[in-house]
């Protein structure tokens, strides 16, 4: 028996396997955090009580977290969340009442700064040109003050200048060097896009479109899409919602009517399919139609905000805004409810981590 030939197989079956897992545990992929496959939901909590949070859930629902920073950090995260954005690996908390955004690792949720100054009734953020861009309303009775605060994404300080926009920046997305600002008119009603170039960060074109911009999308083709709630009836002039499609190349718009006493809100957008909510039902609509369509998917909701993701869409309803709220799923093959969760006070943010 040639043993040196036996014990040379041996040894090199063993490097084989050794390498194979060795391989193996390189391609496992390490885990960003706690947080890392999940979804975030933001709490505006009870106005001026400081018990704004943020909550983790898993897709199908079965697990909360609520108070997230809280027990993360241990303290409060402040008054009115409205509204999370992400940025690589941190996410960026607006806290309206408190004129503050906190800054959180966005898988693990340990706190990495705050800006807490030169903010005045901030609303979204969106980011470009390795910079960051808040909506700011400013005194909600001066129509001349709103502006749209820039960070300094490196150090996470707000940079001297602002870009002043038109009454009311809401809902902020962006492309590219180009950011897109709603103006929904703050406590009363605008019907404005402002287009910033952030490589000079200034605005470039103001575009007009229907009363009262809640909420904007991209589809897969580039193209910007803005609905338009109307102006509500308590206004005295009731006006039609719209729903606007922006030729981001040119800015040329081409608009869909709904009917006077109708408002729809909360826009989704995911394979070239368009959800809104209008009248408690949910509507799909192909990127490509021109007509609204006559049926909904969905009935008898009463949800404060709605987000689709993967063919299943997520609303919350705010219940009583006293008590906590709800998040539920539906099957967007089916039209079928999936699950509900409790969550904590006045959901009002969905986002897919």
């Not at 402002?194 to 575009?207: K, N």
């Amino acid at each position: 028996m040639n043993f040196k030939r036996i014990t040379v197989l041996l040894l090199t079956i063993t490097f084989i396997f050794t390498s194979c897992s060795s391989d193996d545990d390189a391609n496992i992929p390490v885990p960003k955090g706690d947080y890392e496959n999940g979804i975030l939901i933001s709490h505006e909590g009870n106005f001026g009580q400081g018990n704004a949070s943020v909550s983790f859930v898993s897709y199908d629902l079965d697990t909360v977290e609520n108070n997230l920073f809280n027990t993360i950090n241990g303290s409060l995260l402040g008054d009115t969340a409205q509204s999370v954005a992400f940025y690589n690996d941190l996410a960026y908390i607006v806290l309206n009442v408190s004129n503050t955004i906190e800054i959180v690792n966005r898988y693990t949720f340990e706190s990495v700064a705050t800006i807490n100054s030169g903010l005045s009734n901030p609303r979204y953020i969106a980011f470009s040109n390795e910079k960051g861009y808040v909506t700011n309303w400013g005194d909600g009775g001066n129509a001349a003050d709103d502006y749209v605060a820039i960070i300094n994404l490196s150090t996470n300080t707000l940079e001297a200048n602002s870009i002043s926009v038109v009454e009311g920046p809401e809902e902020i997305i962006a492309t590219g060097n180009t950011i897109y600002v709603a103006q929904q008119g703050g406590f009363s009603q605008n019907d404005k896009v402002s287009v910033i170039d952030t490589t000079t960060d200034t605005v470039t074109a103001t575009i007009t479109v229907g009363d009262v911009p809640n909420s904007l999308q991209f589809d897969t083709s580039g193209n910007l899409w803005v609905l338009c709630g109307g102006k509500p009836s308590w206004t005295g002039s009731e006006t039609a919602g719209k729903l606007f499609k922006i030729n981001t190349a040119n800015n040329d718009t081409t608009s869909i009517d709904f009917a006077t006493t109708e408002h729809p809100n909360f826009l989704s957008v995911e394979n070239d399919n368009i959800y809104y909510l209008l009248g408690g039902a949910v509507y799909k609509m192909a990127a490509s139609s021109t007509v609204l369509p006559n049926a909904s998917e969905i009935t008898g909701l009463n949800l404060y905000n709605m987000n689709v993701n993967n063919g299943i869409l997520y609303g919350v309803d705010a219940g009583d805004f006293t008590s906590n709220g709800t998040v539920t799923s539906y099957d967007l093959s089916t039209n079928t409810l999936i699950n509900t969760a409790t969550v904590n006070i006045i959901p009002g943010g969905i986002y897919f981590n």
